[in-house]
């Protein structure tokens, strides 16, 4: 399973999708391989995919590294397998890779399950529940490396799971053209990025209105079109999109509903 899900992962997270995706698997099932030939006292790692600590694979990630910029690899070597993987850095790199991938599947893990009960705020803090049983320096500093690009995609599925796929606005469910937008831009507090109460899930025309402040939501989550649309777009198809909206209530999600106070932060910089 997990395997998979990293393979998944690897193509959505990658320019070069299928090819990294499978060049970064097989250097991980090779170097499964090498630890049943030769352990190096790394026995509870011989199937990488059932190993759960992120800890534990940077230890790997460490020796694994110095293995490979040695230049006789014949401590670690078997018969039949291209010395390559071990000498270019491969099995390094997917390790890394693999371990960036289980802090953000953790975390989502957490924060979806989090999600199970209706009304349970979320309270997770991004990087202490990571943390949690991680002793060693290297460990946690793994933990930290991970990047913005990790809280987006755990927000992104965390909107579209509760918006059931489906923009709010058009009822439209092609999750792949529709955004998990902030109400309280990412950039503007840390404190509530990953709070469902502050997303809404929009198509990406919606999206981008939002975003540039051309459209937002009452309290009583109805659309507001700004003044600028209003009184500069006069088509047949600013009418349809947008002036026609006018008033028009949101579907809201069962849980987690939009928060009002970041409503109101977000209509105070538009033009109404």
Excluded at 55 to 79: A, C, G, M, P, T
Excluded at 121 to 132: F, G, Q
Excluded at 195 to 221: E, Q, R, V
């Amino acid at each position: 399973m997990i395997k998979n899900i990293f393979t998944d992962y690897i193509k959505a997270t990658n320019i070069t999708c299928s090819q990294k995706a499978n060049s970064y698997i097989k250097a991980l099932d090779i170097l499964g391989l090498l630890i049943k030939h030769e352990p190096h006292g790394f026995n509870d790692c011989k199937d990488i995919w059932k190993v759960e600590s992120v800890e534990r694979l940077y230890q790997l990630y460490v020796f694994v590294l110095q293995q490979s910029k040695k230049k006789d690899h014949n401590l670690w070597v078997i018969d039949g397998i291209a010395k390559s993987y071990l000498a270019n850095g491969f099995c390094s790199a997917a390790l890394k890779s693999f371990m960036t991938f289980l802090v953000e599947f953790k975390f989502e893990q957490r924060l979806l399950n989090n999600l199970n009960e209706e009304g349970v705020p979320i309270t997770l803090n991004y990087l202490s529940c990571l943390l949690d049983g991680i002793e060693h320096t290297e460990g946690r500093d793994v933990v930290r490396e991970v990047n913005v690009r990790t809280n987006q995609n755990v927000f992104r599925k965390v909107i579209l799971r509760i918006y059931n796929q489906s923009c709010c606005i058009t009822g439209l469910n092609i999750p792949e053209i529709n955004r998990a937008s902030h109400i309280v831009p990412w950039a503007e507090n840390k404190k509530i990025r990953l709070d469902p109460a502050n997303g809404l899930c929009l198509s990406a025309t919606y999206d981008a209105a939002f975003d540039k402040h051309l459209i937002s939501l009452d309290d009583d989550y109805r659309i507001i079109i700004s003044k600028t649309i209003n009184d500069y777009y006069t088509s047949n198809s600013a009418n349809e999109y947008f002036i026609k909206k006018q008033g028009m209530k949101i579907n809201l999600p069962n849980t987690y509903k939009p928060n009002k106070d970041f409503l109101e932060i977000h209509r105070n910089n538009c033009c109404l």
